[in-house]
């Protein structure tokens, strides 16, 4: 009897601490959303165009893109005088790429498409995640560059994780680190955001961002950030060579 009150009381333990766990992730994810102006201004975001400043490799170069919310997105990037597209579509995606010896556009690989795919939300994979079939675990605590963050992990419907590193007094996202297997192979994904402000109608973003991964790294600085303005869906339909 005395072992059968103990396993219970075990039980017990362990079921509150899972308990206690998920409404930890739950309170930091809503801290999040609340950071970003709260689900109303988080839940109208349904365009997004940016302006940037790029360093590919310690090379200067300028980009635009265009985000349209689970429909699109692409990118048009100057560099050594060439222009560099990629876009992507929730049933395909294609590149233009004279540098890789591709001036005309050519539809992606799947995997490429993958990668991509993860860009078309414009508020992000946290917001509204469990509606989405994604699933959140608070990790702990952690630290990006100095500054303390909790660590939260995201798996998504698609089986792809995403974790999320996240000020513990801003409760802005520092850090991103999404891991995916591309062809056989594991490949992570690390991007660092900084210099938060408030557009000119008041959303929250970063205009600052770095992203590595293998072979990779570019840095982003934003001169123009566009919330909600009319976006032609025509820019994301591949030409015609």
């Given at each position: 009897m005395k072992i059968l009150r103990n396993l219970l009381?075990?039980?017990?333990?362990?079921?509150a601490l899972l308990s206690t766990k998920a409404q930890t992730a739950e309170e930091v994810v809503n801290k999040w959303t609340n950071a970003m102006g709260g689900k109303e201004?988080?839940?109208?975001?349904?365009?997004?165009?940016?302006?940037?400043?790029?360093?590919?490799?310690?090379?200067?170069?300028?980009?635009?893109?265009?985000?349209?919310n689970g429909k699109g997105s692409k990118t048009e990037t100057d560099f050594s005088g060439q222009k560099i597209i990629d876009c992507y579509t929730v049933n395909n995606?294609?590149?233009?790429?004279?540098?890789a010896g591709q001036p005309t556009a050519t539809p992606m690989p799947a995997s490429q498409i993958k990668m991509g795919q993860l860009q078309l939300e414009v508020a992000g994979p946290l917001f509204n995640y469990a509606s989405k079939g994604s699933k959140v675990e608070l990790m702990g605590k952690d630290n990006v560059n100095g500054?303390?963050?909790?660590?939260?992990?995201?798996?998504?419907?698609?089986?792809?994780?995403?974790?999320?590193?996240?000020?513990?007094?801003s409760y802005y996202i520092l850090k991103e680190v999404t891991k995916?297997?591309?062809?056989?192979?594991?490949?992570?994904?690390?991007?660092?955001?900084?210099?938060?402000?408030?557009?000119?109608?008041?959303?929250?973003?970063?205009?600052?961002?770095?992203?590595?991964?293998?072979?990779?790294?570019?840095?982003?600085?934003?001169?123009?950030?566009?919330?909600?303005?009319?976006?032609?869906?025509?820019?994301?339909?591949?030409?015609?060579n």
């Open positions: 009381a075990l039980v017990v333990s362990f079921m201004k988080l839940a109208s975001m349904q365009t997004l165009y940016i302006e940037n400043d790029v360093s590919i490799m310690n090379n200067a170069a300028s980009s635009k893109s265009w985000l349209v995606g294609w590149s233009i790429n004279p540098l500054a303390s963050v909790y660590k939260l992990k995201l798996i998504n419907s698609g089986g792809i994780e995403m974790n999320f590193f996240i000020s513990d007094s995916l297997n591309t062809d056989g192979q594991d490949v992570e994904i690390n991007v660092v955001k900084s210099d938060y402000r408030k557009t000119e109608d008041g959303f929250v973003m970063p205009y600052s961002t770095e992203v590595s991964f293998p072979g990779l790294s570019v840095s982003l600085n934003s001169k123009k950030i566009l919330v909600n303005q009319p976006v032609d869906p025509q820019i994301f339909e591949m030409p015609k």
